[in-house]
């Protein structure tokens, strides 16, 4: 197989189905989106076209003779594929399932990547009749928009498998970043120490949800999507790392549970974008807008930093 797969299929048309599809293609590939549900794949048909716009407008390389076909047809998504990529709900028991489904009709050569966002690898190849074809394959969302690629080998994953897949990211212009497996992966223990802290500062009264959101975009944001946090602490210096850290680390939010604050909204009802209210509270419109202003911004911020050395 040449570095990106010809045909490649995508199971699951939710959130990251889409996204994943278009980018694919846009590559050249011929990709197969497949769903147990019709209303998910119409859903995903109509998000594909604004997916597609998006590329455009981030300057995507696009090669010639790449497809997408949407359907309920498991076979027929199934059929001649090199590459499966699973994007379904985050439970291991529905994971396990599929990949079942998955072996019964597919060759011993084909490669299964899970988009799973923190289920231990190995654990989910236990139940796999050929446990080296399984890595995770961890794309951030929105994945037509973020192109970095968590690359996840569990104990029983084929040696020659990693570096196939690292090929195969780089074929669509994408940087893979090859992790040792551990909960969470590496982004996303990141994000959830950050937002850990987040949450105890707001829960204190420390600041305002809008402060908040003003000093991690200008403060460490901004920064860090250029310098990257090793080559910031080279910036400041180890000498400055270390006396800071010395009493600040001590001060630092250690909570292993979800903070109450979270949990009397959810009861509430009161869940994000999804309910019209969360963190903030929205108006008849404002979810969409609010979408809009969030692809344009990660638009330009992707076109921006592609132009800039890797600092």
């Known amino acids: 197989m040449s570095s990106l797969p010809s045909i490649a299929t995508v199971i699951g048309s939710g959130t990251m189905g889409p996204g994943i599809a278009a980018t694919l293609a ?17 859903r995903a048909e109509a998000a594909y076209g604004v997916v ?15 497809s997408v076909s949407f359907g309920t047809d498991l076979d027929a998504a ?16 529905l994971k396990q399932k599929v990949f079942a489904d998955l ?28 446990p080296g074809r399984l890595i995770g394959m961890h794309w951030s969302n929105p994945p037509h928009l973020i192109p970095m690629i968590e690359i996840i080998p569990g104990q029983a994953t084929d040696e ?6 690292v090929d195969i990211v780089k074929a669509f212009n994408y940087v893979p970043v090859l992790e040792k497996e551990i909960p969470g992966f590496v982004e996303n223990r990141v994000l959830y ?97 609010k979408r809009k202003e969030i692809v344009t911004g990660l638009i330009a911020a992707r076109k921006t930093l592609s132009s800039i050395p890797n600092v």
Do not use: H
């Open 26 to 42: 846009r590559a050249g590939a011929t990709v197969r989106l497949y769903d147990i549900s019709e209303d998910a794949i119409a």
């Open 52 to 66: 597609q716009g998006v590329l455009a407008a981030v300057d995507s390389p696009s090669a010639p003779g790449g």
């Open 78 to 93: 199934l059929e001649g594929t090199e590459l499966i990529i699973e994007a379904v709900p985050e439970k291991l028991e």
């Open 103 to 130: 072996e019964a009709r597919i060759g011993d050569e084909v490669i299964i990547a899970t988009n799973t966002s923190g289920i231990p690898i190995t654990t989910m190849a236990e139940s796999l009749r050929v």
């Open 160 to 165: 020659a498998l990693v570096g196939q897949l």
């Open 193 to 289: 120490a950050i937002l850990r802290e987040c949450m105890a500062l707001l829960e204190e009264g420390i600041v305002t949800p809008e402060g908040l959101d003003a000093c991690v975009k200008w403060g460490i944001g901004y920064k860090l999507s250029v310098i990257g946090p090793t080559r910031l602490l080279d910036m400041a210096g180890l000498d400055i790392y270390q006396a800071v850290s010395s009493y600040l680390n001590k001060d630092l939010d250690v909570s292993t549970d979800t903070p109450q604050f979270i949990k009397d909204k959810i009861a509430e009802g009161k869940l994000g974008f999804k309910s019209n209210g969360g963190m903030y509270e929205y108006g008849e419109g404002d979810v969409d807008a």
